[in-house]
């Protein structure tokens, strides 16, 4: 069938262009199986391939690419937005050429290339094209030369950058072989992205003290953070500040080797506190994601245990390496629980999940993000998710009267760690977004759990005090011995429960009932108490007594005042 259509536009299109006269050498193929094949790999579905049909028109200047693109355009309807013109705007390997894709029989879809002789010549042969071309003249000659040696001296730059091969290799990757997207500075200047680009990227291809001393951009006459991504067509304008410097956040959001490479230089020359302090962070940040502290995780036995692993032998070497840019906090979590029993973590709980499950089961992951949605930016949360595949099962907005700023709560499926790491770096970027925690539901539980057994205790305790001194020769001391007891429990769970709630789901301590219910517990200590004392005539050290509750006191509001700091900061 696709041979069939190709022969007829083939036909129609020499009829059209014998009929006005001009030049044109056509030929054409339908795509083979194995091309669609590796074409869907990266689309959706076979319907959003546009060139299973393909015919390609040679013709001898620039000048007639133009006039046959219109010609192809008035004998056939071209399909909106799927017009390319890498002849004005060459890919960065120097491929030229015009694609068009039109509404061809039976409503199929074709894509025509035009091209002249040379730019033929060229996607043929790349680099050696020249030796089978006879040019007109020596400008000619010049001009491609020219191009050419801009697209090796790049190739040269990222190699200087760049002295171990496997890394030479990646930013090849990253650099010359993706999808690219061209960007416009205001006075018209072409620079040429990896597809995903940010506006980082684009100030650092401008300079690297562009670069470096980003602090937001101009896109399209639009007032933009410097980590938005661009689409190809973007005019973009970077706004500068001395006193901005590159952060480590920022390697979050580049694409291209230049901007890696500047941003990792700068950041090497940081002092060492600077960068371990960074390194907590981030790695904190990581941990925090199964609802654990890193410190307490990475012991100098598991570390000895990651030095077979990873090139850094001491907590210091690692922050530092994690401040740098040069070592990811995921592969730190990956490295440590590649072993599915070796520790309670949602991470391995992911794997034990899977474990004798058919392939493709998903796990149900609570998110819990704070922000603005004053302008309805949450609503690119759905977007975002959308374009990575993440199904959604819950989505919920509100703005609770104590939070102050709005609230959303999310239910996703994930397949893997690496899966919901993805969807957190990928919501992290949009605007609005203050903050993303995990929902633990079960350690939730334990927490209202373990705070109802310890209000029951509390008031139980005045019968079991009487129990004691109406049974007992020696209740006085046994009841204080009780009491004394009790306070201390009492400190234990309080803090227990606090640093529980940080580690695990800090979301609760945002909650209208959490700061309530401690504080609660406390107060109800402290009444039982006195009202022993005063019923019993119980004879206790009230200094002990008082210092045990004021501790708590002090504990929980240093606490809540710390958290509001976090909070608004």
Known sequence: ERNFILEEMIRLTEKELKKLHADGEISGRPK????????LQTKQTIYNIDDLIAIRVIVKTRKDCYDMLGIIHR??????GHVKDYIAVPKPNGYQSL???VFGLNSSLVEFQIRTRYMHLEAEYGIAAHYFYKYSNEQELAEVMRQRSSWVQRILEIQKDQKDPENFLQDLKLDIFQDRIFVFSPKGDVVDLPRGASALDFAYAIHTDIGNHSMKAEINGLIAPVTTVLGSGDTARVITNRDTHPERDWLNFVKTSLAINKIKEYLKREPADKKIASGKRFLQKEFDRIGKNFLEELTPKR???????????TLDEILIAIGEGNLNPQNILETMYENPHEHDATFSAFRRKNAGRKPGFLSRVGLRIVGDNSRNQFREITRTLNALKIPIVKFIIDRPWNLGKDRCHLTVLVKDYSELSQVFESLE??????????????????????SCITALIWLSHPFLIRVVLSHLSYGATISGLITYTGLFMLFVLVFYLKRMTIRSFPELAETAYYWPILYLLNTLAFFTIIGEILTFKLQLNVVVILGFIVGVYTLLTASYISYKKELFR
């Open 429 to 450: 970027q949009l605007e609005g977004i203050k903050k993303i925690s995990r929902l633990f539901v079960w350690r939730k539980i334990w927490f209202f759990l373990a």
């Open 303 to 313: 570390i000895k245990l990651l030095a077979g692993k990873i090139p850094y032998g």
């Open 75 to 80: 004998l056939f309807k071209p399909k909106l």
């Open 99 to 101: 694609h068009t894709t």
């Open 32 to 39: 083979t199986l194995y091309s669609i094949y590796q074409k």
